[in-house]
């Protein structure tokens, strides 16, 4: 693996020294720098310390991870490959994600998988194992979000008005959401036998990144979140 010190490097040359480099990198003294991996497609980024705003935009089949906490838009209008973060996240993670996986060890802020969609055989996954920010799912047009809820204590599993605008996708929830509020447009029920086979994979995945115990975390209520209409926020596009 090449080793790469980003200290003093600005986003522009980090990422210029890090498409010259052949075979898998690892980022030291990365200390905000945006835009890390943007658009790369055969690359394999292992990341010391805390990248900026915009991680893999664009992402279009690299591989990252990060040793520690990331900052805002994580997983930008990515398209394909796989974010993993090993601390928690700011907001806004996922932003119009079309496809790709994102792992969070941690929590995640406001708006996570806002405007993420999917595209024929494109199905987007977040994974966040902690807690999410206020508006998770805002007008969620495809993909699925997983929210664990572990180590959360007595925090709640998320912030207010999840589900706005949501109109396509599915979010699985480690609760019974007995105290969530969700808006009129989206069905909120238990999870069945065929939800649960599929959410075994997703957790599978998260805990074998995580040295989580997979069977600890699956023996809990899920609960599944999906829109009951079709598009209700057709009419407001030009294109229908």
Not at 20 to 44: D, Y
Not at 86 to 102: T, V
Not at 215 to 222: E, H, L, Q, S
Request: with cysteine; glycine share 16%; net charge positive.
């Amino acid at each position: 693996m090449i080793t790469l010190n980003a200290e003093g490097l600005d986003h522009k040359a980090l990422n210029e020294a890090l498409r010259r480099a052949e075979g898998p990198c690892r980022l030291t003294g990365c200390l905000g720098q945006r835009f890390i991996g943007a658009g790369m497609s055969h690359k394999e980024i292992l990341i010391d310390g805390i990248p900026g705003n915009a991680l893999g935009a664009y992402l279009n089949g690299a591989r990252i991870t990060v040793n520690g906490n990331a900052q805002d838009a994580v997983g930008d209008t990515m398209n394909a490959g796989r974010i993993v973060v090993r601390g928690s996240i700011g907001d806004a993670a996922g932003y119009a994600m079309r496809g790709g996986e994102i792992f969070i060890k941690g929590n995640a802020g406001y708006r996570a998988g806002i405007h993420m969609k999917a595209y024929r055989d494109k199905v987007p996954l977040m994974v966040i194992g902690g807690t999410a920010g206020s508006f998770l799912g805002e007008y969620q047009a495809g993909g699925v979000i997983v929210v664990l809820g572990l180590d959360a204590g007595q925090k709640g599993l998320m912030g207010f008005f999840p589900c706005t605008g949501m109109h396509g996708g599915k979010l699985f929830l480690r609760s019974r959401c007995e105290d969530i509020r969700f808006p009129g447009q989206v069905t909120v029920r238990p999870a069945k036998s065929a939800d649960l086979e599929e959410l075994h994979r997703y957790v599978s995945e998260y805990c074998q990144l995580f040295s989580r115990d997979v069977g600890r975390v699956m023996d809990a209520p899920f609960t599944v979140v999906t829109p009951d209409t079709k598009n209700p926020y057709k009419q407001m596009y030009v294109a229908n």
